[in-house]
């Protein structure tokens, strides 16, 4: 029998779901997909082979990755009704709202809900995987009055959206570097997003639907959003001495700081430390973001007054500098995590259809019982002629 459970705001602490894609230990700074660490995957793996293993399960075969690659790729283009559409979308529009509404619009092409068959499932996982960059990247162009280019086959993954965005072949270690970002951004457990994508799924709607309910979750600045708002953070900051006294204004006015935080790290967040040495050797490589030493020294300023706390930089802290090196604009971060956590997305919507029953948690009632409903001629103290109650009584 259930016993009444203590409210935890937030559902803090409170298992939701019983899952096998991913593992996160928030005291010991600790990241696994399917029991591998993330150092290795980041290290070893690439975006198809992690995405792959997220969603199936296992690390593929050689033949199994390249038909798993080749699938996709063949499943990277638009459909011109969905180009049309999105020359309809207003330019100064968030990019995360053109993608939330691409993503919807594909379940208008692709609804039929076979969710029992996988063939249906790796045909879904495969045309999101494939359509979601080629999205962000024609939006890019077409509200700079540009048309959107065609994807290239001899370019993988990560290489080809981003010569789709800045339609110029990218340098080959900016490209490894930008697949590496996407492997890290892929999965987190059961995140804000991850958890709406779910909720959605047991619903047994098509997954474009949960994808785009996931997309608008992800886009929230508490969120995935909040790679967008350490840059323009950093740019209100302008410079190092800024630092400290733009941070005890935050902290008088009690508001968050952008790229800091989690409810499950109370370390700084393992895919941070990557991030910060993708951007360091993109340095190297390119030249210095002087943003970096603003962020260095808000790193270290908010561990001195918040580290007490376990408030450390999360994934989205270093991230948009990796971005901004790759050429991405600011807007795009977001989406750029949501090209990524697709993958994490799709891999729990087919767990939950294989032991779906629909998300329906209780509430506790607050407000009040039995009250009259005073008719709207009498809230100001008049009297109703109205025959409805009569009526109604009969
Ligand atoms: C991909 C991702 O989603 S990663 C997260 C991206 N989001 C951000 O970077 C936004 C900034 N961070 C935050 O808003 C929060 O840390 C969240 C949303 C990530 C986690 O929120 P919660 O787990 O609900 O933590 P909560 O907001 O209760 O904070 C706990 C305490 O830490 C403080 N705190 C948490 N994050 C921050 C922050 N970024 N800046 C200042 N204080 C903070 C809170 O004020 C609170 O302090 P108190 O106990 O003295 O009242
Ligand atoms: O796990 C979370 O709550 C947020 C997060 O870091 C992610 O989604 O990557």
């Known amino acids: 029998m259930m016993t009444a459970c203590e409210y935890r705001p937030g559902l803090d602490g409170v298992p939701a779901t019983q899952s096998s894609i991913s593992f996160v230990d928030g005291q010991n700074g600790i990241l696994e997909y399917r029991g591998i660490h993330i150092e290795e995957l980041a290290k070893h793996s690439t975006f198809l082979e992690t995405s792959y293993l997220l969603i199936w399960g296992v690390l593929p075969t050689r033949e199994e990755l390249a038909d798993f690659k080749h699938e ?3 499943h990277r283009r638009l459909k011109y009704r969905i180009r049309d559409m999105m020359k309809c979308f207003p330019e100064s529009g968030h990019p995360m709202d053109a993608l939330q509404a691409c993503a919807a619009a594909l379940g208008l092409f692709y609804s039929r809900r076979a969710l029992e068959d996988p063939a ?10 494939a359509k979601i960059p080629t999205m962000v990247a024609a939006f890019q162009l077409m509200r700079k009055g540009n048309d959107p280019i065609q994807p290239r086959d001899d370019l993988d993954y990560a290489a080809n959206f981003l010569y789709m965005l800045t339609e110029q072949e990218p340098d080959p270690l900016a490209a490894q570097i930008f697949d590496v ?32 309910s996931a997309v608008g979750t992800l886009a929230g600045p508490l969120h995935g959003g909040a790679n967008e ?35 499950v790290y109370k370390v700084k967040d393992p895919r941070a430390i990557i991030l910060q040495n993708l951007a360091e050797q993109l340095f190297e490589k390119f030249g210095r973001d002087h943003y970096y030493d603003i962020a260095i020294a808000m790193e270290k300023a908010v561990e001195e007054k918040l580290g007490h706390k376990g408030i450390y930089p999360n994934v989205d802290f270093y991230s948009g500098l990796v971005y901004r090196k790759l050429g991405i604009p600011t807007d795009l971060f977001t989406p750029v995590f949501a090209i ?31 009250k009259p409903y005073i008719p709207i001629d009498e809230r100001n103290g008049f009297v109703s002629d109205s025959l409805l109650p009569e009526l109604v009584a009969k």
């Not at 400290?244 to 508001?255: D, F, H, I, V, W």
């Not at 799709?346 to 998300?359: P, T």
């Open 340 to 370: 990524a956590r697709v993958a994490g997305w799709l891999a729990h919507w087919k767990e939950q259809l294989e032991a779906n029953r629909i998300f329906r948690p209780t509430q506790i009632y607050t407000g009040d019982h039995n």
């Open 229 to 263: 708002e350490v840059i323009l953070m950093l740019e209100e900051i302008g410079s190092v001495e800024n630092v400290q006294p733009y941070l005890e204004t935050c902290l008088e006015r009690k508001s968050k700081i952008m790229g800091f935080g989690h409810r």
């Open 181 to 212: 970002c996407l492997t890290l951004h892929a999965e987190h457990t059961i995140n804000a997003s991850t958890f709406s994508a779910m909720v959605t799924a047991s619903t047994l709607t098509d997954p474009y639907a949960v994808v785009a």
């Open 72 to 74: 996709v790729q063949t």
């Open 120 to 129: 249906y499932i790796r045909a879904a996982v495969v045309r999101l995987l």
